[in-house]
């Protein structure tokens, strides 16, 4: 009833940019956080960055100053672009909705829903 699904991976050169974008579908009343993870191969899940839903946002550390993150609330989705892209920062990239709420048989529903991820990857 709901899907989340992550677009825009690609393959660039270091120095390059990108654009991620994330959509649910599905009657979505609303979601609250949305978050954008990583994980290079070998190596865990991280936060890369989030957005309330008032449109507070935060960053880890490596990737401030180079990545941003915007939400489209009419349209369900979340956009990270990527800048200056370095070699470190290939990993598939997830989106995650922690606080999802949808309409179901007249009824709200709230789940924490993740896209399949997209794979960025930076090499000369």
């Known amino acids: 009833q709901v899907q989340v699904v992550e677009s825009g991976g690609d393959s660039v050169q270091p120095g390059g940019s990108l654009r991620l974008s994330c959509e649910a579908s599905?009657?979505?009343?609303?979601?609250?956080?949305m978050r954008w993870y990583r994980q290079a191969p070998g190596k865990q899940r991280e936060l890369v960055a989030s957005i309330t839903n008032g449109g507070s946002t935060n960053y880890a550390d490596a990737v401030k100053g180079r990545f941003t993150i915007s939400r489209d609330n009419a349209e369900k989705m979340s956009t990270l672009q990527l800048s200056s892209l370095k070699p470190e920062d290939t990993a598939v990239y997830y989106c995650?909705?922690?606080?999802?709420?949808?309409?179901?048989?007249?009824?709200?529903?709230?789940?924490?829903?993740w896209g399949p991820g997209t794979q960025v990857t930076v090499s000369p």
């Open positions: 995650n909705f922690p606080g999802l709420t949808y309409l179901s048989g007249g009824r709200h529903y709230t789940g924490n829903y």
């Open positions: 599905g009657i979505i009343f609303s979601i609250n956080d």
